[in-house]
């Protein structure tokens, strides 16, 4: 993604540092080759009759400041945002910025404001508004509109979004709910960003900017692979996300030439502490078989009177089992308490994570997971924490509360359609903007939409500590191939 790395990244420097000299907060689109800032306009917010999100452009003033409808529209935001937030990571394009016109560009934000997955909704929400002032361009207009969460919700605000001139659609948030979008979009030559991690949406004008199960499998056993594990066995809900799993892991296996030694599923509606998950616990490790090759072992040297066979079988009478699994890795595509319930089982029917390597999704995304003994060493992939840390800090000094964790998509998504607004019109948001090889970076890492309209991203490898998180791995810098 990044051919002039070290250039690029000397100008950023050169290039920030005079902005904050300038006492300028903001973040910039930049050119590799040019390396040139793009042009800041102060913004302006949108005089919208949607009640939500104009309450939202509120929210990012200092609560000492709230000012009238008439003050928002003739007061810079930069200032009072200056003095409430550090400044973000940079949005990097990899286009030249075109000279501004008074042209207004029209993004649609579909999202549930309403229904119960509201508070995901305006978490989305007010992340993009934040990305907006960022960007600090006066022609551009963000357009929020209520999906209720529903499929035809979601048609109803597509309509009156393209009919307010929407140029690009960010969202919606559920997979159903694209069905319903993605024809009239169509009509209109209108492309989708979609927040969903439903990889089948994708394509034909719409791309999946969720963080999507294959990229987090992939990445692990791509980093797996690399320390020499060749065997893997997954055990997985009977779900979709853990159909998802199971094929990705099998797409990976074939294209690294590894092997899939076994796939183990169990019902999702299996009650904490049933003898049912002991039982797939025996199975995912043979336990069984296991045992009777240890009284079989133990048979073999009984009959013998040297010391050394009499030691070995003591030793034996101590075991549960004899011998270790075929497997190198298992893969676990669960979280919170079923996860560890799950860990804990699996090592107690003695697949040991001494050797065995347990390796998670974005679902082990979570601190408390220190606390099972069995999880500690394990592996899974993810947006670099830090600047994770870093978004949520940033809204959480502006809105007083943490957000969802895919708040960060909406930041993202929005920066990168700042960055094509800066296109000549006849090319903006077009599929060869949105698909441009080379790829953006923001808060969720770098990013890129190939042609299939997946997001292929480029996430940090990270352990289960005994106490908190770590980085084995960092996210790459560009989209260079990490294997030889």
Not at 261 to 280: F, K, W
Not at 367 to 376: G, K, R, W
Request: hydrophobic share 40%; glycine share 8%.
């Amino acid at each position: 993604m990044v051919p002039a790395k070290s250039a690029m990244t000397s100008c950023l420097k050169r290039n920030w540092n005079s902005l904050i000299c300038a006492g300028v907060v903001g973040l910039l689109a930049f050119v590799l080759t040019a390396c040139q800032p793009a042009k800041i306009a102060e913004t302006e917010p949108k005089d919208s009759t949607n009640t939500t999100a104009s309450q939202d452009l509120k929210d990012l003033l200092p609560p000492e400041r709230t000012p009238s409808t008439e003050d928002l529209a003739n007061t810079p935001i930069v200032d009072p945002l200056s003095r409430l937030i550090e400044p973000g990571p940079a949005v990097i394009g990899l286009r030249a910025p075109e000279l501004m016109t008074s042209e207004r560009i029209k993004i649609a934000l579909l999202l549930p404001l309403s229904g119960p997955t509201a508070a995901v909704g305006n978490d989305l929400l007010r992340a993009a508004n934040i990305a907006l002032f960022d960007l600090g361009n006066n022609q551009l207009e963000l357009l929020p509109f209520d999906t209720k969460g529903t499929p035809r919700g979601a048609e109803s605000a597509t309509a009156e979004a393209l009919v307010s001139g929407a140029g690009l659609i960010l969202g919606p948030l559920f997979s159903s709910s694209v069905a319903t979008v993605r024809p009239l979009a169509r009509q209109r030559g209108v492309n989708i960003i979609t927040f969903s991690t439903d990889t089948t949406v994708a394509g034909d004008g719409v791309y999946v900017m969720g963080l999507t199960v294959g990229q987090q499998i992939k990445r692990a056993m791509e980093f797996a692979y690399r320390q020499g594990l060749f065997n893997f066995a997954v055990l997985a809900p009977n779900s979709p996300y853990g159909d998802a799993v199971v094929e990705n892991v099998t797409k990976t296996t074939t294209a690294l030439g590894l092997s899939l030694d076994r796939t183990v599923r169990y019902p999702t509606d299996v009650p904490a502490g049933s003898q049912d998950l002991h039982e797939i616990a025996k199975i995912l490790g043979d336990y069984t078989l296991r045992q009777k090759q240890l009284e079989k072992e133990i048979e073999l040297y009984a009959s013998k009177e040297d010391d050394e066979s009499k030691a070995y079988v003591k030793r034996l009478e101590k075991l549960d089992t004899f011998g270790e699994v075929t497997f190198d890795a298992l893969i676990i595509p669960e979280g919170g308490a079923r996860l560890k319930e799950l860990a804990s089982l699996v090592s107690y029917y003695d697949v040991d994570p001494e050797v065995v390597q347990f390796i998670g999704t974005g679902l082990w995304e979570d601190p408390s997971l220190s606390a099972e003994p069995a999880l500690v060493g394990g592996w899974f992939s993810a947006p670099a924490p830090e600047k994770a840390a870093a978004f949520q800090k940033r809204f959480s000094d502006l809105y007083g509360y943490q957000p969802s964790r895919i708040a960060s998509l909406a930041y993202d998504a929005m920066a990168l359609a700042g960055i094509m607004a800066l296109d000549p019109a006849d090319i903006r948001f077009s599929r060869e903007a949105i698909e441009n090889p080379s790829g953006f970076t923001g808060y969720d890492g770098i990013f890129r939409f190939p042609e299939d309209g997946i997001a292929e991203r480029g996430l940090a490898v990270l352990e289960v500590g005994p106490k908190k998180q770590l980085v084995l791995e960092p996210e790459p810098d560009s989209f260079a191939p990490a294997l030889n």
